[in-house]
């Protein structure tokens, strides 16, 4: 056997195809609308920014326990701190829980417009992504449980699921969670959960409860508008989080991010604030753009995912350049199998109502030119 010439990275890394995030740039455009990353148009809490503004003293290392910022979290949902770990958003919290249960061999399972973490993280760990098909863009409990082995560790669920917006109700998400072998972890991403207007829909707080394979994470990059502080948390049985405490830095989460994220938590009103008026829009882009004849999966978080006819001029990368050239920068998401869908996020008033009037003289200019 012949030695490597250079150091080698170990199997299943090079086979990572890099995450690449929703563009921010329109060249040649002065004022640019970006609606390809999910980001809140309301920005982050006033007081979040207060607690900012009075932060001194950064020669010191942040609190390695995010004790305040714990206490913060389970004062507002009625958890117990102690089975709360926070990280530097949900993404390393996902890689975290992946590295902790899933090595070479082993299968993690996720659905087949799931994340793109999902599978990096697998393959980071060693491990083999496994893909269960969906059913009209929303997890199928069945088609998962079909695909559960002896080898499956993980299985991630997205609820609601990006980029698709669709959720399962929870009594669907206990039936996976009755149907999967008690060695299995079920972890329950639940980024956009608090935008959900749904009577069957449920975070998966009681399942996690009651459960000693469940765990869920949490983001303050969405509704909180911490996006670029990198702060999310999870919440598990005892014996998850101590495992996860072993393997993450000792201070993975920054001092801003600590005092930033005990503002946003408490400021209950910001974030009904930001409910409101994602309730107001995403019903206004979603009728006007079916309107315009065009197909708009239905979503329950802060964005829609807008398909596109396969026809010459009224195709989704022709849609994207056309709006991209207006200002109006929306997510490409063929990474996700969906090449013929735009995922845009729900904006201020004026970038929705942009949005609406671009799409109109497109499709009128493909029209025209057919």
């Not at 305040?68 to 770990?85: F, M, T």
């Not at 917006?165 to 929870?170: D, N, Q, S, W």
């Not at 996690?208 to 598990?236: D, P, Q, Y």
């Amino acid at each position: 056997m012949s030695a490597a010439v250079r150091p080698q990275p170990r199997p299943g890394v090079l086979q990572i195809e890099a995450y690449v995030p929703g563009k921010s740039a329109a060249p040649g455009v002065s004022k640019v609308h970006k609606l390809s990353s999910n980001e809140t148009p309301l920005g982050p809490s006033p007081k979040a920014l207060a607690a900012l503004r009075a932060l001194d003293h950064f020669e010191h290392y942040p609190d390695g326990a995010a004790s305040k910022l714990r206490a913060a979290i389970a004062a507002r949902y009625g958890l117990d701190p102690e089975r709360i770990v926070c990280g530097a958003g949900s993404d390393e919290l996902l890689a975290l829980v992946t590295h902790a249960y899933i090595g070479p061999g082993d299968e993690g399972l996720f659905t087949q417009h799931g994340f793109l973490v999902y599978r990096i993280a697998i393959l980071a760990a060693g491990g083999t992504p496994v893909v269960a098909e969906e059913r009209d863009y929303r997890a199928d409990v069945d088609s998962i449980l079909a695909k559960v082995t002896d080898r499956t560790k993980v299985v991630f669920l997205a609820n609601p699921n990006n980029p698709t917006g669709t959720y399962l109700p929870f009594d669907e998400v206990k039936r996976l969670h009755a149907g999967l072998p008690p060695h299995v972890l079920l972890v329950l991403d639940a980024a956009y959960a608090e935008y959900v207007r749904r009577n069957d829909y449920a975070s998966g707080l009681e399942l996690v409860a009651t459960s000693e394979n469940v765990v869920m994470t949490r983001t303050f990059s969405k509704i909180h508008g911490l996006a670029s502080l990198r702060l999310g948390w999870m919440v598990g049985p005892a014996h998850v989080i101590d495992a996860i405490n072993r393997i993450r830095g000792p201070f993975n989460v920054n001092g801003p991010a600590l005092a930033a994220g005990i503002a946003a938590i408490e400021d209950e009103a910001h974030v009904a604030a930001s409910i409101s008026h994602n309730d107001t829009w995403l019903a206004f882009l979603t009728r006007e753009i079916e309107a315009l004849g065009l197909t708009v999966t239905p979503s329950v978080g802060n964005f829609l995912l807008v398909h596109f006819p396969n026809e010459p001029g009224r195709t989704a990368r022709e849609a994207d350049a056309f709006l991209t050239s207006r200002g109006l920068v929306l997510r490409r998401v063929d990474a996700y199998g969906i090449p013929g869908a735009l995922r845009l996020t729900v904006g201020t008033e004026e970038a929705n109502r942009l949005v609406v009037s671009a799409l109109r003289e497109f499709l009128k200019g493909a029209k025209s030119h057919a």
